[in-house]
T-cell receptor, first 114, second 115 residues
Framework: DSGVTQTPKHLITATGQRVTLRCSPR?????VYWYQQSLDQGLQFLIH???????AKGNILERFSAQQFPDLHSELNLSSLELGDSALYFC?????????????FGPGTRLTVL | GQQVMQIPQYQHVQEGEDFTTYCNSS?????IQWYKQRPGGHPVFLIQ???SGEVKKQKRLTFQFGEAKKNSSLHITATQTTDVGTYFC???????????????WGLGTSLAVNP
């Protein structure tokens, strides 16, 4: 158990819908990272927040947005969902702002878009 | 943009055989991290290498960072069924137009071990 929690574990929805994925980092960690993992696509970095501020962006679509709240939990919002958005979404946390430190991953949310 | 390539993509070995996965970056890395993801699980941090030419060992696992800090390898001696999973390398990069680094991940090497 990494100490990072993600909800829900599974999510099934239809194209065009909007969903919110939630992540609570390890106690004391200030950074939250979001990743998308599709079959044969590896881990795609989406976005990084540190202490409530956006720190770095990856290949995040405009239909996707995220935020980190004062209590440090984070939410990833996915809208106008398409079939290709079906994937495993991981959240990871670390203490520092920089990428010099190991990241602790949550169990992931499996999103299925029908 | 900066890329991190991993080879091979898949490797199938008999239990007891050795296994090596290679990670190559298009640019010099300040450090490199290795993670393991078991089937159905999430990535778990294994190790971080920082110095040029660094070699670190964890039981049957040996990690190396190249002299030029552009490549790295993970070698497993005498594989066991518990080694099954996907091994990822990741290195920091500055995104275009950005000031804050992000981790660039290789696509991973999936290891299957026949008992």
């Amino acid at each position: 158990d990494s100490g990072v929690t993600q909800t829900p574990k599974h999510l099934i929805t239809a194209t065009g819908q909007r969903v919110t994925l939630r992540c609570s980092p390890r106690s004391g960690d200030l950074s939250v990272y979001w990743y998308q993992q599709s079959l044969d696509q590896g881990l795609q970095f989406l976005i990084h927040y540190y202490n409530g501020e956006e720190r770095a962006k990856g290949n995040i679509l405009e239909r996707f947005s995220a935020q980190q709240f004062p209590d440090l939990h984070s939410e990833l919002n996915l809208s106008s969902l398409e079939l290709g958005d079906s994937a495993l979404y991981f959240c990871a946390s670390s203490f520092h702002a920089d990428t010099y430190n190991e990241q602790f991953f949550g169990p992931g949310t499996r999103l299925t878009v029908l | 943009g900066q890329q991190v390539m991993q080879i091979p993509q898949y490797q199938h070995v008999q239990e007891g055989e050795d296994f090596t996965t290679y990670c190559n970056s298009s640019t010099t890395l300040s450090n490199i991290q290795w993670y393991k993801q078991r089937p159905g699980g999430h990535p778990v941090f294994l190790i971080q290498l920082v110095k040029s030419g660094e070699v670190k060992k964890q039981k049957r696992l040996t990690f190396q960072f190249g002299e030029a800090k552009k490549n790295s390898s993970l070698h497993i001696t005498a594989t066991q069924t518990t080694d099954v999973g996907t091994y990822f390398c990741a290195g920091p990069a500055f995104p275009e137009g950005g000031n804050n680094r992000k981790l660039i991940w290789g696509l991973g090497t999936s290891l299957a071990v026949n008992p």
